[in-house]
């Protein structure tokens, strides 16, 4: 008999009739001998009706209550699931994260997990129910409700299936698995069948959203293969794609896929002493206020002084910004500017560590379409440029096309 923790997000149980037919899913599993834990999303758009109402009484308000209100969504599916899963003659029960004792830190709207207590979940498997647990969601070690950052019903599946060392972790989506890039973007992208969960990671970090990043490090760091797969196909044999290690993938791509990211800000300041700790003195303050930042750039000095510019999440702008103007103030900074309309444009792929030129190629492309990079940063497996947001579809779609993407055969 297996562990299965499936996933269904926010399109797969959009309304009722999509919630009976992840229950009609679910019990098919069921009747194949296997545990069944689910993992629930909000149904599609509810998380974004809920912060319009959090924006419409108090945008800046305490982080806390806004978590209360976010987490709401999820609550509601697994509740309506298990009902559901009862009419049809199957038990049920559902957990929010609370419930479920999904203990995180007190980073509310984009908390980690640190510890699952499965006591109570392995016992309604045992009793023979399907588990039905909220999404995104967990409590800290006050009882605060906590939330894991947009798409985080992914991380609670990933964790839940490593916790009870689940055979498989299913995350059903609106498409049949992990692209090339994102097909609403590029109608020509192609179905990747396997990938290295490192090039997911890749993937994920800079910015395609089919996984949630802390989904993929989860899995990446204890090993749990995920299958991605589709929950409008009619069986169970459609296309799927599985992300697992990276060495029971036969064949090595240069280029695996572009992702992109337009929920980008970029941060200068300029005219700071160029002296030992003014990194630290620019960058300690903004990750004290835990907000991530992701490219960092900083020129060659000249004069005694220097310009720092960084890249970090649109929606944590303001703050960062506010934050920068004070350490500008403490450091005599001559100005500091912020821009809100770029985006993050990147191809990924595990071969490239064995091939020269891919960026020269990737630069090429770019420029032939009179494209300005504005930022460029590379690891051993992805290299990433900063355009301007008007760019964007018109970037991804000239990289995937100059790599041949909508072309692969795996
Ligand atoms: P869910 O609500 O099920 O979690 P998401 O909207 O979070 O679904 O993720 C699925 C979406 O991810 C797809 O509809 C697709 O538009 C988008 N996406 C982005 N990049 C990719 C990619 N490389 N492959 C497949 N889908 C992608
Ligand atoms: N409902 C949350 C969101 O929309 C979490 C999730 O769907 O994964 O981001
Ligand atoms: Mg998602």
Not at 96 to 105: E, F, N, P, S, V
Not at 271 to 279: H, I, L, R, S
């Amino acid at each position: 008999m297996a562990l299965i923790v499936q996933k269904y997000g926010g399109t797969s149980v959009g309304s009722p009739e999509r919630i009976q037919e992840v229950a009609k899913r679910v019990i098919r599993w069921r009747e194949r001998g296997n545990d069944v834990v689910v993992v629930l999303s909000a149904m599609s758009g509810e998380t974004n009706r809920l912060l319009g109402l959090i924006n419409a009484l108090n945008p800046e308000g305490a982080a806390r209550e806004k978590d209360v209100v976010l987490s709401t969504g999820e609550q509601v599916t697994i509740g309506l699931l298990s009902l559901c899963l009862e009419s049809m003659g199957c038990a049920a029960k559902s957990y929010t994260g609370q419930q479920a004792r999904l203990i995180t830190d007190s980073a509310h709207s984009k908390a980690r997990i640190r510890q699952i207590d499965d006591t109570k979940i392995r016992a309604d498997l045992d009793a023979g129910k399907v588990v039905v647990v909220a999404g995104f969601q967990g409590v800290d070690a006050e009882g605060n409700i906590t939330t894991l950052g947009r798409g985080g019903s992914d991380t609670t599946a990933v964790a839940l299936a490593v916790a009870l060392k689940a055979d498989e972790c299913q995350i059903y989506t609106d498409v049949d698995g992990v692209y090339t890039t994102d097909p609403r973007v590029v109608s020509d992208a192609s179905h990747i069948p396997k990938l290295a969960l490192e090039e997911m990671l890749e993937m994920a970090s800079q910015g395609s959203k089919v996984l949630q990043i802390r989904a993929v490090e989860f899995a990446y760091k204890y090993d749990m293969p995920i299958r991605v797969l589709s929950s409008f196909d009619d069986g169970d044999n459609g296309k799927s794609t599985l992300v697992t290690r990276e060495e029971d993938i036969m064949e090595e791509v240069m280029v695996r896929g572009v992702a992109f990211n337009r929920d980008e800000a970029q941060l200068t300041i300029k005219g700071v002493p160029d002296t030992p700790g003014v990194a630290f003195d620019i960058l300690g303050p903004i990750s004290d206020a835990n907000i991530e930042v992701d490219m960092i750039l900083q020129n060659v000095g000249t004069d005694g002084t220097t310009d720092f510019t960084f890249t970090i999440n649109r929606g944590d702008y303001a703050e960062a910004m506010r934050i920068l103007q004070a350490t500008g103030d403490k450091l005599g900074a001559s100005e500091c500017k912020g821009d809100e309309r770029i985006a993050k444009v990147s191809i990924v792929g595990g071969g490239m560590r064995s091939h020269a030129g891919v960026a020269s190629q990737m630069f090429k492309a770019l420029s032939k379409e009179a494209i300005n990079i504005r930022m460029i940063s590379t690891s051993e497996i992805k290299i990433s440029v900063v355009v301007d947001e008007k760019y964007l579809e018109l970037a991804v779609r000239t990289l995937h096309e100059a790599f041949k993407l909508n072309e692969t055969t795996a």
